[in-house]
């Protein structure tokens, strides 16, 4: 695959790490927002080897941790209909819910199936048409447009037995509860490139400016992430605080025009709440009036599933980024990816299973 | 702000997919219900040693779509079958084919993988002697399921187990790593990559017998990384001998292709299935010699050393990343489920 290789190289890595070495002369504390960017920051020990003083906190960019516990409940209990095809991105499937998993409702006999596009969920929609079909719509504006997409094709072909079960979120209104919290400790974040390959990232300019953080879009493969920590740090030694662009070879600053239509068609900005941070206003995508007839929350009357969360870890800490998994009692004991206790130790992208599947906390 | 996680219920009572998956889950089912009450005892290897020279194995095959690119689950059948018998470092000698059919399975398609099975099986020089033939209800099955069993005798010159591996040794691999398992999916769920990545399902006691001509009793452990991939293999290695085994990341074969794919689906490509390439631990003294005939032969042309065994934490896998740090390898717990973004 080209840019995969380039961007994996060896002696550039050391290259940019001793440029680092070189430019950083006081601590600072960068978070990168995406999960996809902590994974390689994990796997590849990237934060191990920067400088004394440079931290990297890994922020809440992770959809399988953030979609809220109810949520997970609700599509428990619409999938466990035997009237409904339940689909959804394989990662969902082992999320914990209050009374279990998918992928235990499965084994059980509910017809619950990993797709790997929202047209595919369609697709058996038109293929079974006594069934409901229901697709599991989250994720940041990353999965928002294929969503719509899926909405807008099932809407034009009349495959009125096609839902969708929404809890879309938005990065920027996330980046901003962060930076008001008055305890926050990041001084400049890595942006998610995926998510402004859609959304361009002029609405990430106002936020630059009015808490003074540099913001860098970066890309997701090794050298992507050395070079926005790099562009971070620079800016943080000149005393600048600007958005600037790492991503250059998938990133434009209007992003995807088309994709933005789509979204802004099939969706409205909504409130939404966090696993494990809580709610943050105008920080989701719901379903706009005109497609509210997709809306399977409605269609199975699930609206009023409510859930009480028990304070038991302390996955919160961990998406605020005020502490790491290691430092949570149960980390690899009671809580690992075979049993999870929340949700960051079930994707991969999550904080806990990108540290447990590389090992932190146990002897090398 | 409220900082509150649930407590999950994990699900324990009943068998799940990701219990089949090759990793920690399969590992769970076979230490708390299986081998318990067959009193079973040792490291769990690919085949069983009776006596001093027979070698016993057998494999069920339940591959979804039958035809892939670069076989069909009849010629799989055989092939796994055959690979589980020369990590013991057997000569396979003789093949059972069973076979559980739903009904409605066209007999076109059965004479079609029964023929592939059988030129497999010629080419490979091991005939299949007997078999078996079970038809159950439509619904009772998906299509057609293939069990091979395999005997064969053991060279005297070479005793490689898993649990045989000692610091010191050289790890090798025989080809590029995660083409079975990429080339599957893609068939299975049209994802379009089908045109450029095939299985690499193959027999691999030729390569067996020729590592072992050239190195011996050096040859210390074999494992064909099927399920579960290149880090089960490693990890089942490193736990059954109680040694450290380092990797080098940049080391391990990945095709560009594979590579991709494992990308855009989120997947690692350690964890992805092989067919066709065998993992070997190999005493210092004989690798060059191992290597060289190794590479003297097509399946084994681009066989590589990834890593070493050390004196480090017993049971563990470390690998060494691009950037220069280290991480551990771990086994895949359940299913590999590919990921939202």
Request: aromatic share 4%; with cysteine.
């Given at each position: 695959m080209k840019y995969l290789d380039e961007y994996r190289d060896p002696v550039l890595a050391r290259r940019l790490l001793a440029e680092l070495h070189a430019t950083a002369t006081r601590p600072w504390t960068i978070m990168e927002v995406c999960g996809g960017q902590t994974h390689t920051i994990v796997r590849q020990g990237i934060d191990e080897l920067l400088p004394a003083g440079i931290r990297m906190i890994h922020g809440p960019g992770c959809p399988v941790c953030v979609t809220p516990l109810e949520i997970i409940d609700k599509a428990l209990a619409i999938a466990a209909r035997p009237d409904v095809i339940f689909t959804s991105y394989g990662d969902m499937l082992r999320v914990p819910g209050t009374s279990g998993d998918l992928l235990g409702l499965k084994a059980r006999?509910?017809?619950?199936?990993?797709?790997?596009?929202?047209?595919?969920?369609?697709?058996?929609?038109?293929?079974?048409?006594?069934?409901?079909?229901?697709?599991?719509?989250?994720?940041?504006?990353?999965?928002?447009?294929?969503?719509?997409?899926?909405?807008?094709?099932?809407?034009?072909?009349?495959?009125?037995?096609?839902?969708?079960?929404?809890?879309?979120?938005?990065?920027?209104?996330?980046?901003?509860?962060?930076?008001?919290?008055?305890?926050?400790?990041?001084?400049?974040?890595?942006?998610?490139?995926?998510?402004?390959?859609?959304?361009?990232?002029?609405?990430?300019?106002?936020?630059?400016?009015?808490?003074?953080?540099?913001?860098?879009?970066?890309?997701?493969?090794?050298?992507?992430?050395?070079?926005?920590?790099?562009m971070a740090v620079r800016q943080l030694e000149d005393g600048r605080a600007e958005v600037e662009n790492q991503y250059v070879r998938a990133v434009r600053r209007s992003g995807n025009a088309a994709a933005q239509d789509a979204v802004r068609t099939v969706f409205q900005v909504t409130d939404r709440t966090w696993r494990g941070i809580g709610p943050i206003p105008a920080s989701g995508l719901a379903l706009s009036a005109e497609f509210a007839g997709f809306d399977a929350e409605q269609r199975f009357s699930v609206g009023d599933v409510v859930t009480v969360e028990s304070p038991l870890c302390i996955a919160g800490d961990i998406l605020r980024g005020t502490r790491v998994p290691t430092d949570c009692a149960a980390y690899g004991r009671a809580c690992t990816p075979r049993t999870p206790l929340g949700a960051p130790m079930v994707s991969s992208e999550g904080t806990c299973a990108a540290f447990h599947n590389a090992g932190r906390g146990l002897e090398m | 702000m409220d900082l509150v996680c649930p407590v999950p219920r994990v699900e324990t009572e009943r068998v799940l997919l990701g219990h089949g998956s090759g990793g920690q889950l399969m590992t769970e089912l076979l230490t708390d219900v299986i081998t318990p009450e067959l009193s079973a005892t040792g490291p769990l290897e690919d085949a069983a040693l009776i006596g001093l020279d027979q070698v016993f194995s057998t494999d069920s095959y339940v591959v979804t779509p039958r035809f892939f690119p670069g076989g069909d689950i009849g010629s799989l059948a055989v092939h796994g079958t055959i690979n589980d018998l020369a990590m013991r470092g057997a000569r396979p000698i003789a093949l059972s084919l069973a076979y559980i059919i739903e009904e409605g399975l066209p007999i076109s398609e059965l004479r079609e993988i029964t023929r592939s099975a059988a030129a497999a099986a010629r080419a490979a020089g091991v005939p299949i002697v007997t078999g078996d033939t079970k038809v159950v209800g439509r619904g009772a099955a998906d299509g057609l399921y293939v069990t091979t069993t395999g005997v064969g005798v053991r060279r005297r010159d070479a005793w490689p187990s898993a649990a045989a591996a000692v610091p010191g040794d050289i790890v090798l691999v025989s080809g590029p790593i995660g083409l079975h398992g990429t080339a599957i999916l893609s068939a299975r769920e049209g994802l379009g990559f089908s045109a450029e990545i095939s299985s690499d399902s193959r027999p691999l006691h030729e390569l067996v017998a020729a590592m072992i001509e050239a190195g011996g009793a050096d040859v210390h452990a074999l494992r064909d990384p099927t399920r579960g991939g290149l880090a089960s293999s490693l990890n089942e290695i490193a736990e059954a001998s109680g040694v450290c085994v380092e990797i080098v990341d940049t080391s391990v074969p990945v095709p560009r292709q594979v590579a991709a794919a494992c990308e855009l689906l989120g997947l690692d490509p350690m964890h992805v299935a092989n067919e066709g390439c065998l993992v070997a631990f190999v005493a210092p003294n004989s690798v060059d010699a191992v290597l060289e005939a190794m590479r003297a032969l097509p399946e084994g042309e681009s066989a590589t050393v990834i890593g070493e065994v050390t004196h480090g934490v017993a049971g563990r896998v470390i690998a060494h990343t691009m950037v220069g740090a280290s991480r551990i390898v771990d086994v895949l717990v359940g299913e590999q489920l590919p990921r939202i973004c």
């Amino acid at each position: 695959m080209k840019y995969l290789d380039e961007y994996r190289d060896p002696v550039l890595a050391r290259r940019l790490l001793a440029e680092l070495h070189a430019t950083a002369t006081r601590p600072w504390t960068i978070m990168e927002v995406c999960g996809g960017q902590t994974h390689t920051i994990v796997r590849q020990g990237i934060d191990e080897l920067l400088p004394a003083g440079i931290r990297m906190i890994h922020g809440p960019g992770c959809p399988v941790c953030v979609t809220p516990l109810e949520i997970i409940d609700k599509a428990l209990a619409i999938a466990a209909r035997p009237d409904v095809i339940f689909t959804s991105y394989g990662d969902m499937l082992r999320v914990p819910g209050t009374s279990g998993d998918l992928l235990g409702l499965k084994a059980r006999g509910a017809d619950v199936r990993v797709v790997y596009t929202p047209l595919d969920a369609v697709r058996i929609a038109h293929e079974n048409p006594g069934r409901s079909v229901v697709f599991l719509a989250v994720g940041f504006e990353t999965t928002a447009p294929a969503n719509a997409m899926a909405v807008l094709h099932a809407a034009a072909s009349g495959v009125d037995n096609f839902s969708v079960l929404v809890s879309h979120v938005l990065v920027p209104p996330a980046i901003t509860a962060l930076m008001d919290e008055p305890d926050t400790q990041v001084q400049a974040f890595l942006a998610a490139g995926h998510v402004c390959a859609v959304m361009g990232w002029t609405e990430y300019e106002p936020i630059a400016l009015k808490y003074q953080v540099p913001i860098v879009v970066t890309g997701f493969e090794p050298l992507d992430l050395l070079e926005g920590i790099l562009m971070a740090v620079r800016q943080l030694e000149d005393g600048r605080a600007e958005v600037e662009n790492q991503y250059v070879r998938a990133v434009r600053r209007s992003g995807n025009a088309a994709a933005q239509d789509a979204v802004r068609t099939v969706f409205q900005v909504t409130d939404r709440t966090w696993r494990g941070i809580g709610p943050i206003p105008a920080s989701g995508l719901a379903l706009s009036a005109e497609f509210a007839g997709f809306d399977a929350e409605q269609r199975f009357s699930v609206g009023d599933v409510v859930t009480v969360e028990s304070p038991l870890c302390i996955a919160g800490d961990i998406l605020r980024g005020t502490r790491v998994p290691t430092d949570c009692a149960a980390y690899g004991r009671a809580c690992t990816p075979r049993t999870p206790l929340g949700a960051p130790m079930v994707s991969s992208e999550g904080t806990c299973a990108a540290f447990h599947n590389a090992g932190r906390g146990l002897e090398m | 702000m409220d900082l509150v996680c649930p407590v999950p219920r994990v699900e324990t009572e009943r068998v799940l997919l990701g219990h089949g998956s090759g990793g920690q889950l399969m590992t769970e089912l076979l230490t708390d219900v299986i081998t318990p009450e067959l009193s079973a005892t040792g490291p769990l290897e690919d085949a069983a040693l009776i006596g001093l020279d027979q070698v016993f194995s057998t494999d069920s095959y339940v591959v979804t779509p039958r035809f892939f690119p670069g076989g069909d689950i009849g010629s799989l059948a055989v092939h796994g079958t055959i690979n589980d018998l020369a990590m013991r470092g057997a000569r396979p000698i003789a093949l059972s084919l069973a076979y559980i059919i739903e009904e409605g399975l066209p007999i076109s398609e059965l004479r079609e993988i029964t023929r592939s099975a059988a030129a497999a099986a010629r080419a490979a020089g091991v005939p299949i002697v007997t078999g078996d033939t079970k038809v159950v209800g439509r619904g009772a099955a998906d299509g057609l399921y293939v069990t091979t069993t395999g005997v064969g005798v053991r060279r005297r010159d070479a005793w490689p187990s898993a649990a045989a591996a000692v610091p010191g040794d050289i790890v090798l691999v025989s080809g590029p790593i995660g083409l079975h398992g990429t080339a599957i999916l893609s068939a299975r769920e049209g994802l379009g990559f089908s045109a450029e990545i095939s299985s690499d399902s193959r027999p691999l006691h030729e390569l067996v017998a020729a590592m072992i001509e050239a190195g011996g009793a050096d040859v210390h452990a074999l494992r064909d990384p099927t399920r579960g991939g290149l880090a089960s293999s490693l990890n089942e290695i490193a736990e059954a001998s109680g040694v450290c085994v380092e990797i080098v990341d940049t080391s391990v074969p990945v095709p560009r292709q594979v590579a991709a794919a494992c990308e855009l689906l989120g997947l690692d490509p350690m964890h992805v299935a092989n067919e066709g390439c065998l993992v070997a631990f190999v005493a210092p003294n004989s690798v060059d010699a191992v290597l060289e005939a190794m590479r003297a032969l097509p399946e084994g042309e681009s066989a590589t050393v990834i890593g070493e065994v050390t004196h480090g934490v017993a049971g563990r896998v470390i690998a060494h990343t691009m950037v220069g740090a280290s991480r551990i390898v771990d086994v895949l717990v359940g299913e590999q489920l590919p990921r939202i973004c």
